[in-house]
């Protein structure tokens, strides 16, 4: 088969490829040209914004987008500079002209990985629906049609924002000494400016535009988080911030060096928006999420959703609304309020002024948060199988209900996502097998790690003895 002509498939965070397989110039063409017959004829003149991050020819390609778009009579703004995902996302959501944007981008994927996201006219995720109907769309050859789209810094007005939501004058006042690590993604310079505007005083690493990450994954986790564990040591800083390759994961460093897991970013964060600023609503979670999470909503008063894995879902129940926190197992956060995609710039923002205006490490914040909503030690195992065994376990699983797992008998069983059996002390284990991949993902969490480890031998254990 024509390389130009293979088949292009949406996953749940957007399209991705090899750039020595089938992310070339002629397949990003093709996925532009689907884009804009289907918002060109749907909504002919209407705003698509464009962005791109820092990989191997993404600003070129990005141009190829927005002048394959343009040829469709949609009015496309191009990003003057590298953008992050939730730039782009809210420039969708502050111009009520706009039908949707796209950014070239593989978000903490390796370097050797392109990709493209696509967002909605409110900056949030596409559907499901939509992105079936861009396959459909996608032809074999591309097309040669060009218009012309206007160059634009978007970016600047995100970046202002973000400033507005944020205790300014607490932070100033305190000036925290902060390590910003955009791992050579999207967020370069861009988180950084916010922090120093601020009045914060920073420290960048791996701010050097290079176009393998320097060696490391842009991904937001140890092992590839060494490098600001150890800057926020030697330069004495109360906090330090990572953000993955397109900007729309965060993680954070204590004081000590310490990263802190996502199950702990969750819960500290709805505090934060509770208890610091006042907001009350519900919080959506994926059925893969930390107990720690429902334990802090439950003592906040917040109701508690739990959905099944994938963003798309969290974002639908933000579309009904009354939603404060969406939480993902990996990290994502959502705060609809500012925007109904995840930001890992604003979440930064909100814990430095968390610190700023507590006056407190931020490892005794966690150590206080603990002692209110105890401990809980999470872990995730990835069982593989081959293909057909996979889908032996996949047609079982509707019917599998063990009556005990590493002898304790479960008080609430969930077929949603998988098999997911919950303990009287807020345990929990759960059975996935991947979409994509030949993989069962099992989890496990308990408090402590002996019962967690207890239980993930013995879940993996009916997931090999189920097939």
Known sequence: MDRRAH????????????????????????????????WGDAHPGATVFVGYDTRHDARALARETAGVLAGYGLDVRLSIGVSPTPAVGWACSHDASAIGGVVLTASERSCEYGGILVRMGDGGPASHDLLDQVEQLV???????????????????????????????????????????????????????VLKGLGCVVTQIHGERSEDFGGIHPEPA????????????????????LLDGDGDRAALV???????????????????LVEGHGKMGRVVTTLSCSASIVRQAERLGCEHVSVPVGFTRIYREMLEGDVLLGVEEYGGLSIPVHLRERDGLFVCLLVVELIARTR?????????????????????????????????FRMILPGLNPESVAGRIP????????????FDDDSWVLMRPS?????????AEAPTEEERDALLEATCAIVRGGV
């Not at 914040?365 to 593989?384: P, Q």
Request: hydrophobic share 40%; net charge negative.
């Open 7 to 38: 088949i292009i498939r949406f996953g749940n965070d957007g399209w991705h490829a090899r750039f020595d397989e089938e992310f070339t110039t002629e397949n990003v063409i093709r996925v532009a040209d689907a884009l804009g017959l289907l």
């Open 254 to 272: 204590d004081e000590t060096g310490r990263i802190l897991s996502p199950h702990e970013l969750a819960p500290l964060m709805l505090g934060c």
């Open 435 to 443: 979409r994509t991949d030949s993989v069962v993902r099992v989890y």
């Open 222 to 241: 140890d092992p590839w988080a060494d490098d600001c564990e150890q800057a926020v040591v030697s330069t004495g800083a109360e906090l330090g911030v």
């Open 360 to 392: 407190k490490p931020l490892s005794v914040l966690v150590g206080e948060m603990r002692s209110k909503i105890g401990r809980m030690c999470y872990t995730r195992r990835d069982v593989r199988m081959d293909s057909a065994a996979t889908q032996a």
């Open 139 to 193: 032809p074999n050859v591309p097309t040669e049609v060009r218009g012309s789209y206007v160059e634009t810094d978007f970016v600047g007005s995100y970046l202002a924002d973000l400033a507005l939501l944020v205790d300014g004058c607490a932070i100033a006042a305190a000036r925290p000494r902060v390590v910003v690590d955009p791992m050579h993604g999207s967020g370069t310079d861009r988180l950084a400016e």
């Open 411 to 422: 008080v609430e069983v969930s077929h949603a996502d998988g098999l997911r059996l919950q």
